[in-house]
C-alpha cells in the first residue's frame, strides 16, 4: 500500500512538473489569468465589506463572520481548482477518443483524469490565503476543538468537491458534455460564497443536502464558529463519505459506457 | 441585405445545433440570477429599509434587469474572433464577398435574439417562483432614453469586444487571456452586472463613470428605475456616444493593422 501510495505521489508530481512548464510557455496567458482571478477575489471582498459596512449584518452575521465565509469559499474553490484542474481538460479526450491511451496505461483512469494535472498558478493563490484566514479568524474567538472541527469539515468539503469533479467527468463520458457541466458547477458552488442562511427553504435545504453546497462551503466557517452541533458535523461527513461513494459508483458506471467512438 | 439575413439564419441553426450547450449557458445564467436576487432578499428582510439609494423592490428590479439586459447586451458570436485570428481560420472569412464587421455584427444579433427569447420565459418562470415585488416603468420618456441606452450598450458591447479580440494578432497563443480578463472579469463588474456600482463612494462612481462599462448594464438599469435625472441621463448618453465613436475608430485602425500581421499561419 505505501510503495504504490509512492508510486501515485511521484506520477502526480511528474504531471504536475509537465503543467507547470506546460504554463511557463504561455506566461502571458497565465499572467492574464492570474490578474484576473485576483481583481474577482478583490472586488468581491471589497463588496462585502461596502456591503456589511451599509447594513451591519448579513443573514444575522457581521462584517468579520461574512468575511471569513467569503474566505473559506475560497480556501475550498482553489484547493479544489488546484488539484481537480485536469477535469477541464477532459473532454477532447473523450470526443477524440485519446481517453484509450489512458485506460491503457498502468494507472488509475480517475486518478489520471481527476489529479493528471495540477494548477500552479492556483497554488500560489493558497499560502496567502491562509494567512487572511487565520487573521480574521482570530477576531471570531475560536477554541481548539473548533479549529480542529474546522479544518477536519474544509477536508470534507474538498471530498464533496472531488465527488462533485467525479460525477463531472462521468457525466461527460456518458454524453460528451463536460464544458458547461463543471461551470455549472462552478456557478452552483458559487452559491456558497455567502452564508447559505441567506437562501430561503426549500432551497436552502436542497443546498444543505441534496446539491450540499453548504456542508462544503458554509460548514467549516459555522463550526469555527461554534455554530453547529454534533449532530450537524456527523451529517456532513455521512453527505460527503455517501457524494463520494456514489459519485465512484457513477464513474465506474460510466465507463462501461465509454464506446471509444473518434479513435 | 439578403445575405446577412441568411447570416442571421445560419447563426440560429448553429445555435439550435448545440442545444445542449445553449441551455446549460442559460442555466449558468439563471443561477447567477439566484444568489443576487437571495443576497439581497436577505440585505432587505425589512421591506420598509433602504440601502445604497434603492428600496426592495427596485433592487430586485434591478437584479431581474440583469438577466434580461445581459441577454441583449453580452450575448455575441464576436467572442469567437480571437479563436478564429489564432487558429488562422480567418482567411476563409476574408475570401468571402461579405463585410466582416456586418458579418459578425449581424450573427451577434442572431445570439441575442435568442439569448432575449430565454431570458424573457427564464424571467416570467422565476416571476411565478420567486413570487417578486418589481418596478415597472411607466414615464414614456423614460423608456425611450432606456432603450436608446440599451443600443448604445449593445453598439459598445460589440466594439469592445472586437477590439480586446484582435488582440490575437500580435499573441495567438494567448488571445483567450485579455478578453477573459476585460470582459469576463472587469467588465462583469465594472458594468454592474454583479452589484451595482452606486453602492460605492461618489469618487469611485465618477471614474466608472468616466468608462465605458457602467454603459452596458448598470446606465441602462438606472434610466429604467429612473434613478438619474433626464439631464444626468443625456450627459451619460455623450459619454457613451463618445466613447462609442472612440472604440470604433480604434476597432477600424486596429483591424487594418492587425491585418498587416496577420499570416494565417495556423491552417
Do not use: C
Not at chain 1, 6 to 14: D, E, M, N, P, Q
Not at chain 2, 50 to 73: C, E, H, P, S
Not at chain 2, 129 to 147: A, M, T, V
Amino acid at each position: 500500500m505505501k510503495k504504490k501510495i509512492k508510486k501515485y505521489f511521484k506520477v502526480w508530481w511528474l504531471l504536475s512538473k509537465n503543467s507547470f512548464m506546460s504554463m511557463l510557455s504561455n506566461r502571458l496567458g497565465s499572467f492574464f489569468f492570474l490578474l484576473g482571478k485576483l481583481i474577482r477575489f478583490f472586488i468581491y471582498l471589497f463588496f462585502i465589506i461596502i456591503l456589511l459596512k451599509g447594513t451591519n449584518s448579513l443573514a444575522g452575521y457581521n462584517l468579520n463572520q461574512t468575511v471569513f465565509f467569503y474566505l473559506t469559499f475560497n480556501l475550498i474553490d482553489i484547493i479544489s481548482q488546484f488539484l481537480f484542474r485536469e477535469v477541464y481538460r477532459f473532454r477532447p479526450q473523450i470526443v477524440e477518443g485519446t481517453f484509450d491511451l489512458v485506460l491503457s496505461k498502468p494507472i488509475n483512469a480517475l486518478f489520471r483524469s481527476l489529479l493528471g494535472g495540477a494548477d500552479v498558478l492556483d497554488f500560489f493563490t493558497i499560502p496567502p490565503l491562509i494567512i487572511a484566514l487565520i487573521y480574521v479568524s482570530v477576531s471570531l474567538n475560536p477554541n481548539f476543538f473548533s479549529i480542529i472541527l474546522y479544518i477536519l469539515l474544509v477536508f470534507n468539503g474538498l471530498v464533496i468537491s472531488a465527488a462533485f469533479h467525479i460525477f463531472v467527468l462521468s457525466l461527460g463520458i456518458v454524453t460528451l458534455e463536460v464544458d458547461h457541466t463543471v461551470l455549472i458547477y462552478r456557478d452552483l458552488s458559487n452559491l456558497g460564497k455567502f452564508p447559505i442562511d441567506i437562501y430561503k427553504e426549500p432551497l436552502k435545504g436542497f443546498l444543505t443536502f441534496i446539491i450540499p453546497v453548504g456542508t462544503m462551503m458554509t460548514f467549516p466557517a459555522k463550526a469555527l464558529m461554534n455554530l453547529v452541533d454534533f449532530k450537524a458535523v456527523i451529517i456532513s461527513f455521512f453527505i460527503g463519505g455517501m457524494f463520494l461513494f456514489l459519485a465512484i459508483k457513477f464513474w465506474n458506471f460510466a465507463l462501461t459506457k465509454y464506446s471509444s467512438a473518434s479513435s | 441585405m439578403k445575405k446577412y439575413l441568411q447570416v442571421l439564419k445560419i447563426t440560429f441553426q448553429q445555435e439550435f445545433a448545440y442545444r445542449l450547450n445553449f441551455i446549460m449557458w442559460r442555466v449558468r445564467n439563471v443561477m447567477q440570477v439566484f444568489l443576487l436576487f437571495f443576497l439581497w432578499e436577505s440585505v432587505f428582510s425589512d421591506p420598509s429599509r433602504q440601502f445604497f439609494g434603492y428600496d426592495r423592490t427596485k433592487m430586485i428590479t434591478y437584479v431581474f434587469g440583469i438577466l434580461v439586459i445581459k441577454a441583449v447586451v453580452f450575448s455575441s458570436r464576436t467572442i469567437e474572433l480571437s479563436r478564429i485570428i489564432s487558429d488562422g481560420t480567418l482567411a476563409m472569412y476574408l475570401l468571402k464577398p461579405i463585410n466582416f464587421f456586418k458579418y459578425w455584427f449581424t450573427a451577434d444579433v442572431a445570439s441575442k435574439i435568442l439569448n432575449l427569447s430565454f431570458s424573457l420565459v427564464e424571467t416570467t418562470l422565476l416571476f411565478i417562483i420567486l413570487k417578486p415585488e418589481l418596478y415597472f416603468q411607466s414615464n414614456p420618456i423614460y423608456l425611450l432614453l432606456f432603450f436608446i441606452s440599451l443600443i448604445i450598450a449593445v453598439l459598445l458591447f460589440f466594439a469592445i469586444v472586437f477590439l480586446i479580440n484582435m488582440f490575437s494578432f500580435w499573441a495567438p497563443e494567448a488571445g483567450w487571456a485579455l478578453p477573459f480578463l476585460f470582459i469576463v472579469i472587469i467588465g462583469d463588474f465594472l458594468s454592474g452586472s454583479v452589484f451595482p456600482l452606486d453602492i460605492f463612494s461618489k469618487s469611485a462612481q465618477n471614474i466608472f463613470y468616466s468608462l465605458p462599462f457602467p454603459y452596458l448594464v448598470f446606465f441602462p438599469l438606472q434610466v429604467y428605475l429612473a434613478k438619474l435625472s433626464i439631464p444626468i441621463v443625456i450627459n451619460g448618453m455623450f459619454i457613451s456616444l463618445g466613447w462609442l465613436i472612440v472604440l470604433w475608430f480604434s476597432m477600424k485602425i486596429v483591424w487594418e493593422k492587425g491585418m498587416k500581421k496577420f499570416s494565417s499561419e495556423g491552417i
